[in-house]
């Protein structure tokens, strides 16, 4: 039903029929919604990763946006549409631009960020990724998805480095 849009959500978790949302926005048919993800998918270009807030950062815009529903229900058109590998944190879903069948990982977005930022205090990788994407990650929740990876976390600096090569060549 969501995926045909029979059932819209507006918030997390939270639902309307298609046939009750068009009493509110009469003009807006499910060619829209499938327009809109076509669309967003087409404005994401090259990034990896992003949210729709970082697509409307970098110019995305759509009459959907007008109708007040807010971001989820905007990412949740992007998400149920099950063409676009997402990851749904508590504050918002951020999306792959990768195969559909491809599952993605907040590990994967820390590693695709710090792959572009290199090196970068903890602090300042929060409010980087709040600021650019809308995603809000505590700092003992991203030390522990990184601490198996390639990702190294100086405690004593605060400091995150995309490898331990990058580590090394700070000293």
């Not at 792959?96 to 602090?123: E, H, P």
Request: net charge negative; charged share 30%.
């Amino acid at each position: 039903l969501r995926t045909n849009y029979e059932l819209i959500e507006y918030e997390d978790k939270k639902y309307i029929r298609f046939e009750h949302f068009k009493d509110v926005a009469g003009d807006i048919d499910k060619d829209d919604f499938r327009r809109y993800v076509d669309e967003a998918v087409e404005a994401a270009g090259d990034e990896q990763f992003y949210t729709i807030k970082s697509l409307k950062a970098a110019g995305f815009q759509s009459r959907l946006h007008e109708l007040g529903f807010g971001y989820w229900f905007n990412a949740a058109i992007l998400k149920n549409s099950q063409r676009v590998p997402y990851i749904k944190t508590n504050t918002c879903i951020i999306f792959g631009n990768v195969n559909a069948n491809r599952r993605i990982t907040l590990l994967d977005f820390i590693s695709y960020v710090m792959s572009r930022q290199r090196k970068m205090d903890i602090m300042d990788f929060i409010s980087y990724i709040q600021d650019k994407y809308g995603v809000t990650l505590r700092k003992d929740k991203i030390t522990w998805l990184i601490k198996d990876s390639s990702i190294y976390f100086d405690p004593i600096m605060e400091k995150l480095y995309f490898d331990k090569e990058d580590y090394y060549n700070e000293f």
